[in-house]
Nanobody
Framework: QVQLVESGGGLVQPGGSLTLSCAAS????????MAWYRRVGENKRVLLAR???????YYEGSVQGRFTISADSAKNTVYLQMTNLKTEDSAVYFC??????????WGQGTQVTVSS
C-alpha cells in the first residue's frame, strides 16, 4: 500500500512558480530524511532536494537557488517550492525517503509542465 501522495503540479509558464506537497504516512515521515525526486527518461528518478529531521537541507545543482524544500512534521508533509521554472523542469515529481532503495514503494507523483 502506497503511503505517499504528491500534489500541486500543473501547467506553468517559464519563470513561474509552483509549490508541490507530499503527504506521507507517519511511518515513512518520522525520523527519516525526506526528499523530492523527478523522473527523467522512462523510469529513472533523480534526486532534487532533501531535508533532514533537523531541518538541514541539501539541493542538487540544477535546482539550487530556485527550489526550496520544507517539511511540516505535524502534518507529515513535505513541500517543494519551485520558482523561476524552466522548460527543462517539466517532469513528474515524487517524494520519498532518502536514500531511495529498490524496495521502496512510490506514489503516483505529480506532473509539472513548464511551457509557454
Amino acid at each position: 500500500q502506497v503511503q505517499l501522495v504528491e500534489s500541486g503540479g500543473g501547467l506553468v509558464q517559464p519563470g513561474g512558480s509552483l509549490t508541490l506537497s507530499c503527504a506521507a504516512s507517519a511511518r515513512i515521515f518520522a525520523g527519516n530524511v525526506m526528499a523530492w525526486y523527478r523522473r527523467v527518461g522512462e523510469n529513472k528518478r533523480v534526486l532534487l532536494a532533501r531535508i533532514f529531521p533537523s531541518g538541514t537541507t541539501y539541493y542538487e545543482g540544477s535546482v539550487q537557488g530556485r527550489f526550496t524544500i520544507s517539511a511540516d512534521s505535524a502534518k507529515n508533509t513535505v513541500y517543494l517550492q519551485m520558482t523561476n521554472l524552466k522548460t527543462e523542469d517539466s517532469a513528474v515529481y515524487f517524494c520519498n525517503k532518502w536514500p531511495d532503495r529498490p524496495e521502496y514503494l512510490w506514489g503516483q507523483g505529480t506532473q509539472v509542465t513548464v511551457s509557454s
